[in-house]
């Protein structure tokens, strides 16, 4: 069995179906005897150019070991499939399990807004404002 990237993209208007999608090609992988390495739902995203007059797009990536037969299952599912804008498969040396970037840069952001928003001032410009205050006294 042969690794691959899969990445698509869902129509925003049929974004309640993805989780319906997501369990139907998942599916179609473990009953043929493949895995599912990594399933990450990016929710929806603005596109960098409009595709079909449409200008957001809810992002999907998965990374999987499957057969053949059910890649072709699978490239014929997203091709008839209305809902499916585009997508892209890519074939992988290795089967690929941490966080892709884009998870990440969330997952950081998540972890930055966390604690306060206020924004901190260091000591040095404590420093700089106590001295400029004191020079506008005298």
């Not at 809810?58 to 699978?74: R, T």
């Not at 969330?106 to 604690?115: A, K, L, N, W, Y």
Request: proline share 4%; net charge negative; aromatic share 6%.
């Amino acid at each position: 069995m042969r690794h691959y990237e899969i990445v698509f993209m869902v129509h925003p208007d049929q974004s309640e179906q993805v989780p319906a999608m997501i369990e139907r090609y998942t599916s179609v992988i473990t009953e043929d005897g493949g895995k599912v390495h990594r399933l990450e739902d990016w929710g929806r995203r603005h596109l960098a150019y409009p595709i079909n007059k449409i200008h957001k797009a809810h992002y999907v990536l998965m990374n999987v070991e499957c057969s053949q037969a059910a890649m072709d299952e699978l490239t014929h599912n997203f091709r008839f499939n209305d809902a499916i804008i585009r997508d892209l498969i890519l074939r992988r040396d290795e089967a690929v399990t941490d966080m892709s970037p884009m998870k990440a840069a969330e997952s950081r952001e998540d972890r930055r807004s966390g604690g306060d928003d206020r924004p901190r001032r260091s000591a040095d410009s404590d420093d700089r404002q106590s001295s400029a205050s004191q020079d506008e006294e005298e």
